[in-house]
T-cell receptor, first 115, second 112 residues
Framework: DGGITQSPKYLFRKEGQNVTLSCEQN?????MYWYRQDPGQGLRLIYY???????QKGDIAEGYSVSREKKESFPLTVTSAQKNPTAFYLC??????????????FGSGTRLTVV | GQQVMQIPQYQHVQEGEDFTTYCNSSTTLSNIQWYKQRPGGHPVFLIQLVKSGEVKKQKRLTFQFGEAKKNSSLHITATQTTDVGTYFC????????????FGKGTKLSVIP
């Protein structure tokens, strides 16, 4: 079955540490996205990529970095510069963009906690 | 920037009662999408509306897009315990914009 796989499901980070969240899709979607979800805050866009080797900052990109070397993969690194990284991170993909996204497909998420 | 407001933030209903959540934008939207997130789960796409005044139905769910394309609603008839979750709207504002802006969601609890 096609879908998006995020790993790990739970991740614990020490202060000052960089961590990388994995996101892999086998839907052959061009566009991929990273969202952060905090209680009562909805979904906020961190980064998005419309095509391989290209990505754009979203609304809350500070303290995060991404890469898109393969169509299937869009890993997110949470750097030590992100002061409040504890959150639920969701990766998504879509066939097209805008009106032609036909809805986003989300992964099951990674819950990151700073210890 | 574009804002998409959703009300109410929380709704508790008795099983069998109806439920409605509303989505309002400060700017005209190109489209509106609705998602459902079950407790502990991830958002799942429900539907997209594009045309002014559009109404779509999925079994007990009715989705509307306002005539001015600045508001939308999701109505659930005769709620069931399986309807529990958070419902998000998301829209794209302005020509040349491609990114969805999500509302903060309405969390629905159904009392059996």
């Amino acid at each position: 079955d096609g879908g998006i796989t995020q790993s790990p499901k739970y991740l614990f980070r020490k202060e000052g540490q960089n961590v990388t969240l994995s996101c892999e899709q086998n839907l052959n979607h061009d566009a991929m996205y990273w969202y952060r979800q905090d209680p009562g805050q909805g979904l906020r866009l961190i980064y998005y990529s419309q095509i391989v080797n290209d990505f754009q900052k979203g609304d809350i990109a500070e303290g995060y970095s991404v890469s898109r070397e393969k169509k299937e993969s869009f890993p997110l690194t949470v750097t030590s510069a992100q002061k409040n990284p504890t959150a639920f991170y969701l990766c998504a993909s879509s066939r097209g963009q805008g009106l032609f996204s036909y809805g986003y497909t989300f992964g099951s998420g990674t819950r990151l906690t700073v210890v | 920037g574009q804002q998409v407001m959703q009300i109410p933030q929380y709704q508790h209903v008795q099983e069998g009662e109806d439920f409605t959540t509303y989505c309002n934008s400060s700017t005209t939207l190109s489209n509106i999408q609705w998602y459902k997130q079950r407790p502990g789960g991830h958002p799942v796409f429900l539907i997209q509306l594009v045309k002014s005044g559009e109404v779509k139905k999925q079994k007990r769910l009715t989705f509307q897009f306002g005539e001015a394309k600045k508001n939308s609603s999701l109505h659930i008839t005769a709620t069931q315990t399986t309807d529990v979750g958070t419902y998000f709207c998301a829209g794209i504002a302005g020509a040349g914009s491609y990114q969805l802006t999500f509302g903060k969601g309405t969390k629905l609890s159904v009392i059996p």
